[in-house]
């Protein structure tokens, strides 16, 4: 089994559908509206937000997040994941009623728990919601920088890319770079090239998250494989959100064939009936990527984590280890 990496992963968004329904009996709501069969219940991004944003407003104590983060990091180990960075939202905490802080320590917490079980490597991504605005993305950028959290390495922006500009996320990306975090951003998933291109332009990330509808221009492909972009890439998600119609339309080999540096992740596994191993063996499916080539993804994304230099070191020794 290759070892491998996530970069991608909205942690809300990775609450199974049967820890989601305990949490609706122990906070009194009803789930059918949102889940049906033991599956999350949406048919657009749209209705997948609402679909997310009602599960996320089940976790509202700091132990309701602490064991979703812990069994989420867990269950990426066994899957023989050894990194793991997540998508943190102080908006969604916030609307759930417990501040930043108590709920960015409980995630951290349960990352910690994860790791001590299985070894697995966590960070923790800071993020603002487009759709919620400009004031709010600025408020995460703020929370982000003075934090202190240890395992607080990146901010980024995700929610609907339809909605925003991304001129008016240059302060909130300027205050997390001034504090040393790492920089990605959603583009390229709702909208087409020109959305990576502005993210590329205004914001200066080192990674995005998806970039896939670059693929509709070759020079913006050629930019992104010449400054080294990195893409985190979740094919599960953009087959069910319909970005493209199947597997076989999926531009991850263009882009590898491109020498564009790409990376496999689930997003909100649960919701595209996903996870980080599903991706990994529809690499192996689809994509024609042996094992060696999947290694090589995980290397990959490990360069381009958000993580300190010397666990960065150790986690590419393990990868060499476990090649020998
Ligand atoms: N796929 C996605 N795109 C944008 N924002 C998100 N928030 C959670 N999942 C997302
Ligand atoms: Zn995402």
């Known amino acids: 089994m290759p ?3 996530e970069l991608h992963c909205h942690i809300e968004g990775a609450a199974a559908p049967e820890l989601v329904v305990r949490q609706a009996q122990k906070y009194g709501k009803d789930v059918s509206p949102f889940i ?4 999350f219940v949406w048919n657009d991004f749209t209705s997948f937000l609402a679909a997310y944003d009602f599960a996320a407003d089940l976790f509202r104590t700091e132990e309701d997040y602490a064991r979703l983060s812990e069994h989420y990091l867990t269950s990426l180990a066994r ?22 802080k108590a709920y960015t320590d409980a995630l951290g917490e349960g990352m910690l728990r994860a790791k001590a079980k299985t070894g697995i490597e966590g960070r923790m991504i800071v993020t603002g919601v487009r759709h919620v605005g400009v004031e709010s993305i600025e408020a995460a950028a703020r929370f982000a920088a003075r934090c202190n959290h240890p395992l607080v390495t990146g901010f980024g922006v995700a929610g609907d890319e339809r909605m925003g500009e991304f001129e008016d996320y240059v302060r909130a990306f300027e205050i997390a770079r001034e504090a040393g975090l790492g920089i990605t951003i959603h583009a390229g998933e709702l909208l087409g090239w020109e959305s990576v291109a502005q993210a590329l332009d205004h914001i200066k990330p080192s990674r995005i998250g998806h970039g896939v509808r670059a693929i509709e221009n070759p020079d913006l492909v050629k930019r992104i494989a010449d400054e080294g972009i990195v893409l985190e890439v979740c094919p599960g998600s953009n087959i069910a959100l319909k970005v493209f119609d199947s597997f076989a339309d999926h531009p991850f080999p263009k882009f590898r064939a491109a020498g564009c540096k790409v990376t496999l992740s689930s997003d909100d596994p649960p919701y595209f009936w996903t996870s980080l191993k599903r991706e990994y063996d529809i690499a192996t499916e689809h994509f024609g990527m042996d094992d060696k080539a999947l290694m090589a993804t995980t290397r990959t994304a490990i360069e381009a984590a ?10 590419l020794a393990r990868l060499d280890g476990h090649k020998r």
């Open 3 to 5: 070892l491998k990496a």
């Open 36 to 39: 049906q069969n033991g599956s």
């Open 79 to 100: 899957d023989g994941a050894i990194y793991s960075e997540v998508f943190t939202s102080p908006d969604h905490a916030i609307k759930a009623g417990l501040s930043p």
């Open 306 to 315: 958000f993580v300190d230099r010397k666990t960065k070191a150790a986690l």
